[in-house]
């Protein structure tokens, strides 16, 4: 089973912090993603990355950075935490090849800016 | 880029009957289409994709059409149950190779027995 994780499911920060959650995966999957999930919103992505060292800008990446260090784990940055931060952050790996394109999700991290 | 819409945002059933979920996207280039589910406090899990040159897709009591003149694809599930109760979320691939997919904005679905 692919096994998709991250550091923590609760964050609370407060404004101005800098914070980053983390996310590793261990099925050697090329793409990694990171949305955020709010009410009415559904999933938006943030950022992407299909290989170490590479980074893609999502639909609201404003306010994130990301790195890729190692192709198992995918950092999202929040430089300067900010209330509008509040939300359910998903992580997500899958495979780079044409006939295969499910992504892995994993349990999410809540996190609060107060 | 590519834009998702999704409708409706939430659908109350009852036990046994049918539930039919529509999306359009925008970008003609796009290429997959996958439906997921979510369930309350678990994370989304994949149910259900169609590829583009494909135009229907069944699996069990769920189906998937595509329209791609049209631009729409729909999700068809059949003699829902209870645990089909949850957020149902479509996508689109909107960029090359298929790897960044972009999300609708999710609907409820409640099934009543």
């Keep these: 089973d692919v096994k998709v994780t991250q550091s923590s499911r609760y964050l609370v920060k407060r404004t101005g912090e800098k ?6 995966q261990d099925m050697d999957h090329e793409n990694m993603f990171w949305y955020r999930q709010d009410p009415g919103l ?3 992505l943030i950022y992407f990355s299909y290989d170490v060292k590479m980074k893609e800008k999502g639909d609201i990446p404003e306010g994130y950075s990301v790195s890729r260090e190692k192709k198992e784990r995918f950092s999202l940055i929040l430089e300067s935490a900010s209330t509008n931060q509040t939300s359910m952050y998903l992580c997500a790996s899958s495979v780079l090849a044409a006939q295969t394109y499910e992504q892995y999700f994993g349990p999410g991290t809540r996190l609060t800016v107060t | 880029g590519e834009n998702v819409e999704q409708h409706p945002s939430t659908l109350s059933v009852q036990e046994g009957d049918s539930a039919v ?5 925008s970008d003609s ?4 289409f996958p439906w997921y589910k979510q369930e309350l406090g678990k994370r989304p899990q994949l149910i259900i994709d169609i590829r583009s040159n494909v135009g229907e897709k069944k699996d069990q009591r769920i189906a998937v059409t595509l329209n791609k003149t049209a631009k729409h694809f729909s999700l068809h599930i059949t003699e829902t149950q209870p645990e089909d109760s949850a957020v149902y979320f479509c996508a689109a691939a909107g960029r090359q190779a298929g790897t960044a997919l972009i999300f609708g904005k999710g609907t409820t679905l409640s099934v009543s027995s």
Excluded: D, P, Q
Aim: contains cysteine.
């Design chain 2, 29 to 32: 280039a796009s290429n997959y």
């Design chain 1, 42 to 44: 559904g999933l938006r």
């Design chain 2, 21 to 25: 979920i529509k999306c359009t996207y």
């Design chain 1, 19 to 24: 914070v980053f959650l983390e996310c590793v």
